[in-house]
């Protein structure tokens, strides 16, 4: 399994974005992908992610400014993030639990795309 981001770059403050998560390979279905980030000097942690029902979390960094979405026929997940702050400048990582042929799950993260938010 691959999980291909994109939609990284440099943003101004109060701009958005949308960051792009592709999954491949033979999989059978995906019942969560998420999305974490991990600023400089700082550890990992987790943005928001969603369920294969559709039900989501988000953390409270990001709550109320961003919406992660799913398209079960692409096998990806996206995150819109509006009114973006400096301190939301970080690698943002896509994972996802994936079951592949024959059904085993693998834990699997993508390659990372970089946000920048500065004027």
């Known amino acids: 399994v691959q999980l291909q981001a994109s939609g990284g770059g440099l943003v101004q403050p109060g701009g958005s974005l949308r960051l792009s998560c592709a999954a491949s390979g033979r999989i059978v279905t995906i019942p969560r992908m998420a999305w974490y980030r991990q600023a400089p000097g700082k550890q990992r942690e987790l943005v928001a992610e969603i369920t294969g029902g559709g039900s989501t979390f988000y953390a409270d960094s990001v709550k109320g400014r961003s919406t992660i979405s799913r398209d079960d026929a692409k096998n990806t997940v996206y995150l819109r993030m509006n009114s973006l702050k400096p301190e939301d400048t970080a690698v943002y990582y896509c994972?996802?639990?994936?079951?592949?042929?024959?059904?085993?799950?693998?834990?699997?993260w993508g390659q990372g795309t970089l946000v920048t938010v500065s004027s």
């Open positions: 994972n996802a639990d994936v079951i592949v042929v024959p059904f085993t799950t693998i834990h699997a």
